[in-house]
């Protein structure tokens, strides 16, 4: 078998992306491959031991959810193997299995035939399925208790749920950020100890030398380095904080196909978008499109062939690693952002590490971890005030108060007419508090919560909000661009107008003049600056 035979199970177009009950004689060494890249993952653990606490006589229902690809059907195919005389399995409710019925009909049927008989039920359900059954299906005790899951996500005493939606993919831990299952799938494919396609690779190299095959071997060498596999996890890790982008296990496996066997060196692969939508969403990191002046300087140097004996040599060693002379300056950026932090050669591509640094991430990541671990210690109060004061309290002020910059610290505008502008006094400060009683969900997002005026108000914070308020407080002034962001932020400032409309003082600011108004007791107002 050849090497990229051997991966093509990673690809979605395989017939291997999804799997299926295949009978034992039927088996081929594709099945080996596939059958050695399966990682077990938590929640598959979590599925076995409910199954295993079923009993054959009491009737209960385990609903596996998700979303397409993610790997219901891997989870429940591998356990139908060993728990079918235990349960009976419905691997896909989004299929009928009938052309003359629907899936909703189907599940009615299933439902149907589980309360007739004694045996539990697994069922493989995409989470839409869930909420389309919810609203179109015919057994009302099942509809009532999707409903109630999907309405307070609560399990029933003889319903379970369990969604792959409570696994993040991605996890922030104290050492800074991790994916399990990407860390463990690429590990798993470039083992060097019994590892098949580690096999395969070394029989291919010995017997394969045409430019197709002397490639992927080169794309296989490259992902062998662990900091390459740390980068690309960065790069994923972008893609779903900055773009929103869910990592699914199908997903995954098919984006590490293309790295491997697309038309070019992986470096170049994992930059050219196509038909996956990790890729599409990796390609907006191209380091290529980054403008420094070291970066500047290099790819006019290299386009105009200017000798530089360092970088001369840097390229002659890179034919350890397979990779022939590149045509682009680009191609060599992409080269360097994805083996940085690996020791190679005379470290050439290292002198662009700094032009390359995730700071954006490394400083969410700090953040997330303060309001997640918070623990009402000094340290950490001083910790989160001065992230609160600095950062989110000053983007707060300036993007309030942008039509109005002369007004005093404190002062936030309400409203401005005719040159004169309505203006509160406010306490606008971290609310420890709810910061100490709150734990984030998931890894993409934290909520904020500050205090105005003893009003408690929360923001959910990603990094693409907490990067705008950092260039906000900076002096950055949103546009059109940023209207996905800064809508969270404008929420917010209507929040807080509602709570500076029921304040007892107010300004009115014209110039040089300053009025104040004084509710005194609901009923008599002091006016004074007049």
Do not use: W
Not at 8 to 34: C, G, I, M
Not at 291 to 310: G, M, S, Y
Not at 400 to 407: C, D, E, G, I, T
Not at 472 to 491: A, C, F, M, Q, W
């Amino acid at each position: 078998m050849r090497l990229k035979e051997a991966l093509s199970v990673l690809s979605k177009s395989s017939p291997y992306a999804v799997s299926t009950e295949r009978d034992s004689k039927n088996k081929n060494q594709l099945d080996d491959v596939k059958e050695y890249l399966y990682i077990k993952m938590p929640i598959a653990i979590d599925v076995e031991k409910k199954i295993s606490s079923f009993s054959s006589n009491k009737p209960e229902v385990l609903f596996l959810c998700g979303s397409s690809g993610d790997g219901k059907s891997e989870i429940l195919t591998d356990c139908k193997k060993r728990f079918s005389n235990r349960a009976h399995f419905h691997l896909d409710a989004t299929h009928s299995f009938d052309p003359r019925e629907n899936a909703i009909q189907t599940l009615d049927k299933v439902f149907d035939e589980f309360e007739s008989g004694t045996m539990p039920l697994i069922v493989g359900i995409n989470t839409g399925m869930l909420g389309n059954y919810a609203e179109e299906g015919s057994n009302e005790k099942f509809k009532d208790v999707i409903k109630n899951y999907l309405s307070n996500n609560i399990s029933t005493e003889d319903v379970t749920f369990i969604n792959f939606e409570d696994y993040p993919k991605f996890f922030i831990g104290e050492g800074g950020y991790t994916s399990e299952f990407a860390q463990k799938l690429l590990q798993k494919l470039t083992a060097n100890d019994d590892n098949i396609i580690r096999q395969i690779f070394d029989k291919e190299k010995l017997e394969q030398t045409s430019q197709a095959s002397k490639r992927l071997q080169a794309n296989y060498e490259i992902l062998c380095i662990p900091e390459v596999q740390k980068n690309i996890i960065v790069l994923l890790f972008k893609a779903r904080l900055i773009r929103d982008q869910f990592l699914t296990a199908r997903a995954l496996l098919d984006f590490v196909f293309m790295l491997l066997a697309g038309p070019g060196y992986l470096f170049d692969n994992i930059f050219s978008g196509g038909d996956n939508e990790l890729a599409n969403k990796v390609i907006e990191f191209d380091p290529a499109h980054l403008r420094t002046k070291k970066i500047d300087r290099f790819i006019l140097a290299n386009d105009l062939h200017l000798p530089d004996q360092e970088f001369s040599e840097f390229k002659e060693c890179l034919k350890i690693l397979g990779v022939e002379s590149l045509e682009s300056s680009l191609s060599y950026l992409r080269l360097f952002y994805i083996i940085k932090g690996y020791e190679f050669s005379n470290n050439y591509h290292s002198k662009f590490e700094h032009d390359f640094n995730e700071t954006l991430i490394e400083q969410y990541v700090t953040v997330y971890q303060l309001h997640r671990d918070f623990n009402g210690s000094l340290e950490h109060k001083k910790q989160i005030k001065l992230f609160y004061n600095n950062t989110i309290r000053s983007a707060i002020r300036k993007y309030n108060n942008r039509n109005a910059p002369n007004l005093d610290k404190n002062h936030y505008l309400i409203s401005e007419l005719n040159g004169f502008q309505l203006v509160s006094k406010l306490d606008v400060k971290a609310d420890i508090k709810s910061i100490s009683n709150f734990s984030p969900k998931s890894s993409a997002s934290f909520t904020a919560f500050i205090n105005v005026q003893e009003h408690s108000l929360a923001i959910p914070v990603n990094i693409n909000l907490l990067h705008l308020m950092e260039r906000i407080s900076d002096g950055y002034r949103p546009n059109k661009h940023d209207k996905n962001t800064v809508v969270l932020l404008d929420e917010l400032i209507d929040e807080i107008a509602q709570v500076a409309n029921k304040v007892a003082t107010l300004h009115i600011i014209k110039e040089s003049k300053h009025f104040t108004i004084k509710n005194v007791d609901n009923e008599e107002f002091e006016v004074s600056g007049l």
